[in-house]
């Protein structure tokens, strides 16, 4: 029971900050209102879907990138849909404005211990991040199962700096490059 008590705090101490500070940017707006409602619905799933996945969420020039794992094609079809029109409802002014991108794995969910590992891995990527050199990079990111997803608007070099910054750290399996890419 201890053991249980002290994953569970630990999970809930290290669970990913994903806030942003507030800015006058009308697209930084957006993606802030887009991350915070997506996750709001993603949290609130029907008990049996819930139950049978584990989806996170991380937006970047409002595209919605959604990664994680559920059991099956149908689950991950309802949570598509789902997500869609909880979104079109909450944010009508932003409905022609985003995209939803779905690298969600048809598995049985990782399990608590993983999850914990994942946050302590964003937390490694974090302080990666926080390099001088990088810190001006405007770069998203989610960790699952030892998975980086990098998400931002940057140029080619960006890029390769960041990518080969953080395939250093121990404990990423694989990189996941979803940029969109500037002229330098």
Do not use: W
């Not at 608590?112 to 991040?129: E, K």
Request: glycine share 2%; aromatic share 6%.
């Amino acid at each position: 029971m201890i053991k249980k008590t002290l994953l569970l705090l630990i999970f809930t101490l290290t669970l990913p900050l994903h806030a942003q500070l507030i800015d006058d940017d009308p697209c930084t707006r957006a993606d802030q209102e887009l991350s915070f409602r997506a996750r709001n619905i993603l949290a609130h799933l029907p008990l049996e879907l819930s139950r049978n996945s584990y989806i996170l969420a991380q937006v970047n020039n409002q595209r919605i990138l959604l990664v994680g794992q559920t059991r099956d094609a149908a689950m991950k079809n309802t949570i598509l849909e789902l997500l869609q029109k909880k979104l079109q409802e909450s944010t009508p002014h932003l409905t022609n404005n985003f995209s939803i991108e779905s690298n969600i794995e048809l598995t049985t969910p990782i399990e608590v211990q993983r999850r914990i590992a994942d946050n302590l891995l964003y937390l490694s990527v974090q302080r990666v991040l926080a390099n001088a050199v990088l810190r001006n990079y405007a770069v998203n990111f989610i960790v699952v199962d030892a998975k980086l997803y990098l998400m931002g608007v940057l140029t080619p070099v960006q890029a390769d700096q960041i990518v080969t910054a953080l395939s250093e750290l121990r404990g990423v399996n694989k990189i996941i490059k979803a940029f969109e890419y500037i002229n330098s």
